[in-house]
Each structure stands twice: as C-alpha cells, then as structure tokens.
C-alpha cells in the first residue's frame, strides 16, 4: 500500500531510524530543545509523537524544535511551497512581456514599469538556473546584461541608476555562475569580481555576499579548503544580515568537512541552520540566489557524506531527492538530485553493494543540466571508494576513467 502520511510524518520516522532513536529517544531529545518554561510530561509528549508519526495530527507549535532535534530548519522539514511563473508576473505588474521592454528600453523610455520589469526578467533567470539548458542560460543572461548596462549612459536618476547596476550585477553573478558550471572558471572568476564591484557600488550587501560566495564555491571545487574559509568569513562580515550567509556557513562546514574537522562542521551548519530559522520563509524559493530552507537538508548531506556519517548521509540524501521533484515526476533541481545520487552511490560502495553504487554513479552522471566542477568534485568520493574497494572489478575500473574524463573536461 501506499504511503499516504505527510511528508513530514513519513521524516520523522526515517530520521530517528537514521539516528536509531526509539520513539522514547526522540522524545527525550524533543523535550531537551524545549524552552524551560514549557511543563509537559514525557509520556504526554510520547503520546503526542506516536500521532505525529501516524500522521494523524500537526506537530503546529513544536515544529522548529522537532527540526532542531533533527539539526535541520523548519522550512525544510515543514515546508511550504511557492512557486512563481516569473514571464507572467512580468505581464501582471507592469503590463509589458519581454518585446515591450525591449521596445521601451530602445526608446530611452526608462520609468518604474520597465524597471520593474527588468527586475522581474533578471529573477526568472535566476529562477530558471536549475534546469535550463546551461549555454542557453549563458547567452539570454548575458544579451539582458548588456542591455541593463546599456542603460547606465541613458538619462536616468540617481535612484534609478543605483538600481541599473545593482540589478547588472545581480545578472553578472548568474553569468559568473553558469560559465563556471560550463567549465570556464577564467570568464568566471572575471565575472565574479565584476559582480563584486557592480554590489559594492550600488551598495547591495546581498550581491556582494554572493559574489564571496562564488569564490568560496570556486575554492571548494579546487580543492582549497582554506581560501573556502577564507571568502565564507568575508562574505558573512560584509553581509551579516543576509540569506547568503546561510550558505556561506554551508561553504565553511563542507570546507572543514573534508579538512576533517568534525566539530568546527557541526559548528558551522548549526550557524547556518540559526540564521535560516530567524529568517522569514521567502517568497520566491525558486531563485538561485535567495536560500530555500529546504536546502539546507543538501548542505547537510554533503557534510555527513565526508565525515562518514553513512546513515544520515543516505537519509538526507532521499529527501533532497523526494522534494526536488514535483508530482509529476519532474526534476526541479536536477543538479541537487545528481549529487544527491552520488551520496546514495558512496553509501552503498561502502556497505560492499558495488551494482547498487555503479547505478547511482552512472545516473548521476546523465543528466542534461550539471555543473562539471561540483559534479566532478563530488563524485570524486565515489571514486575514492571504488578505487580503494573495488580495484579488480572491471565494472569499477570502467567507472573511474569515465570520473576521470569528467575531471578532465572541467
């Protein structure tokens, strides 16, 4: 039969399994997030559990302490959905589609409207990140760029002008993205340090946030660890307030996860987490540059897989799976989903089932939209386990040369 309990009564189970917790453990260690002013009897809240579990009643005020059991946010373990059709919010706030605002921005007629617009088109690019074809996303990216910084030698306000560059460099951060994602990390790292002045100017923290995240993000995939540290601090002191800084945290603790610092990992996913839960859920979960708190969970997952946490790695790594596709079936975050199958891939090397991690490995690698750094970095812990488990399964050996070509492709 099918299980038709919330998603979030169906987690709770596959966590404390994860953690192999008794319903009674995972109560105790409810009631120890519980504010001290909160007088509830363990067999109540016991009884309570089992009915959460059952699905048949809403945990409502308990929610972020059940996600803090759980070292996760409440958005992600109780989340909410909202999905935007960014073309027609273009039409329903300023009345134009993308023909009106070129026609407009030809005719230096340069208002609020096609402001609004522009701004409207750069968040559907952002939105459209996950899953459209990366050399499509560079060239639409890049012809919007041009005619934002077009506009910078019309005559506008000084309003309107801080806006022009804040939003030239909000577009140059997704082109730093995607040219890295291509494996150009030169033209990145260019565009990077474009975005980073183009912040700096207009004075948008959140953009200069992102372009420090970027850097930490290069760093990772190079290998350097430290410098990862380095741009994650830089970014979080120049924009502290931010949603960014959730993922620069994120940065930091797979950073010390693969210097093998499992303390100063913990530490800093559990900044991240904090910072997530003060913040309000945000309206466009969609875009690449505002943090899903249902991301947090794939943060997590990389962590655990490096620091050989094998069963929350696993667990963690079907749910990124579970809420990165839609009910159709359709992946929203295919680039999630990859490496969210090559944890799946390292767990199961490691318990001895090499079909099973071939079969991961080798579906993680198919997909159409990837990012070839993270991708290669990523997998390369499958290679590891094959190349130290398996060196006389000809399987295996096929396997790694395609890891190879793939870091030599980047």
């Known amino acids: 039969m099918a299980d038709e309990r919330p998603d979030w009564a169906r987690r709770m189970v596959e966590e404390r399994a994860a953690r192999g917790w008794s319903q009674l453990d995972a109560v105790r260690a409810l009631m120890a997030r519980l504010p001290a002013d909160q007088d509830v009897l363990e067999q109540d809240l016991l009884r309570q559990w089992k009915r959460w579990e059952s699905g048949e009643n809403q945990p409502k005020k308990y929610q972020p302490h059940i996600a803090a059991c759980f070292g996760t946010t409440t958005g992600a373990f109780f989340p909410q959905r909202s999905r935007r059709d960014g073309r027609a919010e273009i039409l329903q706030v300023s009345g134009m589609d993308t023909v009106d605002i070129i026609a407009r921005l030809r005719a230096s007629d340069v208002d609020a409207a096609t402001l609004d617009a522009l701004r409207i088109t750069a968040d559907r690019l952002c939105c459209e990140y996950a899953y459209m074809p990366a050399d499509q996303l560079l060239l639409e990216g890049k012809a919007w760029l041009a005619r934002v910084v077009g506009l910078q030698h019309q005559r506008v306000s000084l309003a309107q002008h801080r806006e022009l560059i804040a939003l030239a460099g909000k577009l140059s951060l997704l082109v730093g993205c995607v040219e890295y994602d291509l494996g150009r990390p030169r033209d990145a790292e260019a565009t990077r340090q474009a975005a980073l002045m183009l912040g700096t100017e207009a004075g948008e923290p959140s953009v200069q946030g992102w372009a420090h995240e970027m850097r930490a993000w290069f760093a990772l995939t190079r290998g350097d660890y430290r410098g990862v540290i380095a741009a994650a601090e830089a970014g979080i002191a120049l924009a502290p307030n931010e949603s960014v800084v959730a993922q620069l945290y994120a940065q930091k603790a797979k950073a010390w996860a693969r210097l093998g610092d499992r303390q100063q990992t913990e530490v800093a996913l559990d ?74 891939g390292v767990v199961a090397a490691r318990e001895g089932d090499l079909d099973t991690a071939l079969a991961y490995g080798e579906q993680a690698l198919q997909g159409d939209r990837q990012s070839l750094p993270s991708l290669a970095m990523v997998s390369a812990d499958l290679g590891q386990v094959l190349q130290s488990r398996y060196t006389h399964a000809p399987e295996a050996v096929e396997f790694i040369a395609h890891l190879r070509e793939l870091r030599n492709s980047r």
């Open 271 to 344: 900044q991240g987490r904090l910072l997530l839960e003060r913040l309000p859920y945000p309206e466009n979960i969609e875009n690449h540059f505002v943090v899903d708190p249902a991301k947090f969970d794939f943060y997590r997952m990389d962590a655990y897989r490096r620091v050989g946490e094998d069963r929350l790695a696993e667990q963690l790594a079907s749910e990124v799976i579970r809420a990165s596709t839609d009910f159709h079936g359709t992946e929203r975050a295919p680039m999630r989903i990859a490496e969210a199958r090559v944890t799946l």
